[in-house]
């Protein structure tokens, strides 16, 4: 989920474009870390240390919380699922869950659980375990933050023997092998009195029974895990892993050079053509998991029928968002922001998964037509001043606030286009780039914002997150929404998907709600990014990639990559700290959800944070 996984170069049109890209170029060796590198003196010598540097920080450790790609992509590490996704073809494989098995009417499932999992304190993890995180999912609201979708059909969920679960669901659901909820320690959480509050970052070493076992954590400086030796399906090949925060990418890719650090994610184009040239570096420029977006502010509102936020009025009238959309010229977004290392937007599913990809037909599909848009916002009564400026119902000339994230050079980029593009129409445009969007974002203070998620293969995560029923219950709590988006129709196609076990017949619900979305103007996908990255071939002899033929290291839909690592013979670096280790790098681009920012006050908004 992420999002906001999740995820340019800076400019305004070309000669600010190219200019951005060299200033990224010279000023790569002048970035440092916000903090240094935590010194590790209990660490033994000899061991291999993985140091991962983030450019997203931790929204929360706890799995009942956690939005953000990075914080997600730990619980993966810390924590076992049911099911996961296999690697080379996103296929569900065994996870905690040895096999799975449906009743004849679809209602009941049965799962096996494996009597090879131990918690790190020794106990045996058990079908007990899963049964009370689901119950608990399913009964506190604070405990349903980040996955509630996941249970909102449950009915019933029982361990009738400790390798025995059982979920009685209230109608049939497609999802039940890709039920993306980490399994936590019931003796141990048991005792979290709060669950919309409790943060799982107290008390080291963490219990876990995933490949790696949280140790040590610093709010924006690092996560520290070590390889867990009982994992059932074998020990990582690294002794410990470091995600190391780092609110410069720059930073990251001058550490990269130097042989600090051995991986980075998140590229420019600027920096990933200049290491192409390095012998000791390899560039992977792989199809992504996201899409790149605008989302408008539809008015914001509670599931009590309250609004709040201060959303555009204008912005209630579909002419106005679809005139928007015909002036955003999405080819110039790939071809100048992402310089090519991306596909031209336009459904809500990337096209890397192919079951569920979309493209509007030829009469459907938004073209770039400032002269079309002129048009329709005169027919939607939004007409020109004398000075030639847009005026609203109120008589005053339109500015449109536009969220952005302050480390995202894409957003920045894009954002001097829609300047340049809407203000052709009379519309001012206002960046407001923030290092946290989330609090304008929950509040609905803004009027559009700049958004994406890394999809998972089954889609419903992201799907769910525009339902009426992801709207916060008042608007003093915390929903699920992404943009406080309800439409009848769009929840219709969302529950008829959700029931339907036939893979052609509900691939072909999902494209039709994809549809819906973009026709209702409210989400507006301008690209699908590549994932781009470089590691250095000197110090990492293999590691899996998702899908292995042509995927992506970062954010994956699993732990394939760090459980796989392997160092190169005699490679690895100092980490500064008296010990020899590899030191891995990754730059994950902060967003909003996302991410998904931190969504909900915990969400993961995409352009580089999704909840994976």
């Not at 996941?150 to 049939?172: G, Y």
């Not at 507006?524 to 992506?552: C, F, H, L, W």
């Not at 994956?556 to 490679?571: H, I, N």
Request: hydrophobic fraction near 40%.
């Amino acid at each position: 989920m992420d999002r906001h996984d999740q995820h340019g170069t800076e400019g305004t049109v070309l000669r600010l474009l190219a200019a951005a890209g060299a200033a990224l170029m010279l000023t790569a060796g002048l970035a440092t870390p916000l903090d240094p590198a935590p010194r590790r003196a209990e660490a033994k010598d000899g061991e291999q240390v993985l140091t991962v540097a983030v450019a997203q920080s931790v929204d929360s450790l706890s799995p009942f919380l956690a939005a953000r790609l990075v914080s997600t992509s730990v619980h993966r590490l810390m924590y076992e699922y049911l099911t996961n996704y296999d690697p080379k073809d996103n296929h569900a494989v065994p996870g905690l869950a040895t096999e799975w098995e449906p009743s004849a009417d679809k209602l009941t499932w049965t799962y096996t659980i494996r009597d090879d999992s131990k918690w790190s304190d020794g106990k045996q993890a058990t079908a007990e375990d899963a049964a009370w995180t689901f119950n608990k999912m399913m009964t506190d609201e604070g405990a349903a933050t980040a996955g509630g979708s996941f249970v909102a059909n449950f009915e019933k969920v029982t361990a009738p023997s400790p390798t025995e679960l059982v979920i009685e669901l209230k109608k049939p659901q497609a999802t039940m092998a890709a039920l993306d909820v980490p399994i936590v320690p019931r003796h141990v959480w048991e005792k979290v009195d709060d669950f919309s509050e409790f943060n799982n970052d107290k008390s080291f070493p963490v219990v876990g029974n995933g490949p790696f076992i949280l140790t040590d954590y610093k709010a924006d400086s690092y996560v520290r895990l070590k390889s867990n030796k009982s994992f059932w399906r074998g020990a990582p090949k690294f002794d410990e892993l470091v995600f190391k925060y780092y609110k410069d990418g720059d930073a990251a890719v001058a550490a990269l050079r130097k042989g600090e650090v051995s991986f980075v994610s998140g590229l420019t184009p600027a920096q990933a053509a200049a290491l192409k040239s390095r012998q000791d570096i390899a560039v992977n420029d792989a199809p992504g998991r996201r899409f790149y977006a605008l989302a408008v502010n539809p008015g914001a509102r509670a599931r009590n029928g309250k609004k709040f936020g201060d959303g555009h009025e204008s912005l209630l009238n579909q002419k106005v968002r679809r005139a928007l959309f015909m002036a955003v010229d999405r080819r110039t977004v790939v071809d100048k922001v992402f310089q090519g290392h991306a596909v031209e937007g336009e459904g809500y599913i990337p096209p890397r998964f192919s079951a569920y990809f979309w493209k509007p037909a030829d009469g459907q599909r938004i073209a770039y037509d400032p002269a079309g848009a002129a048009r329709l916002l005169d027919e939607a009564g939004y007409r020109k001043n004398g000075d030639g400026r847009r005026v609203g119902k109120n008589g005053r000339p339109i500015t449109y606030r536009v969220l952005c994230h302050a480390t995202d050079p894409q957003d920045k980029a894009v954002g001097k286009y829609l300047q340049e593009w809407w203000g052709e129409l009379g519309i001012g445009v206002s960046l407001d780039c923030r290092d946290n969007v989330s609090d304008p974002w929950l509040a609905g203070e803004y009027d559009l914002a700049f958004d994406g998620w890394s999809v998972n293969p089954d889609p419903d995560f992201v799907l769910s997150i525009h339902t009426c029923a992801a709207l916060p219950a008042t608007p003093k709590e915390i929903g699920a929404t992404d943009n406080f988006i309800c439409d009848e129709k769009y929840d219709e196609l969302y529950d008829r998907q959700l029931a339907e076990y036939d893979a052609a017949k509900r691939a072909d619900i999902v494209k039709q709600m994809e549809s819906r979305l973009y026709d209702t103007g409210y989400m507006n996908v301008m690209a699908y990014p590549n994932a781009v990255e470089a590691y250095r071939t000197d110090q990492i002899a293999s590691i899996t990639k998702m899908p292995e033929a042509a995927g992506n290291i970062y954010g994956q839909d699993g732990y394939w990559s760090w459980w796989s690592a392997a160092p190169a013979d005699g490679g690895g670096s100092s980490d500064g700290a008296g010990q020899t280790g590899v030191i891995i790098g990754i730059v994950a681009g902060v967003v909003v959800l996302a991410g998904l920012g931190a969504f909900f006050a915990v969400r993961r908004r995409a352009t580089a944070e999704d909840r994976e």
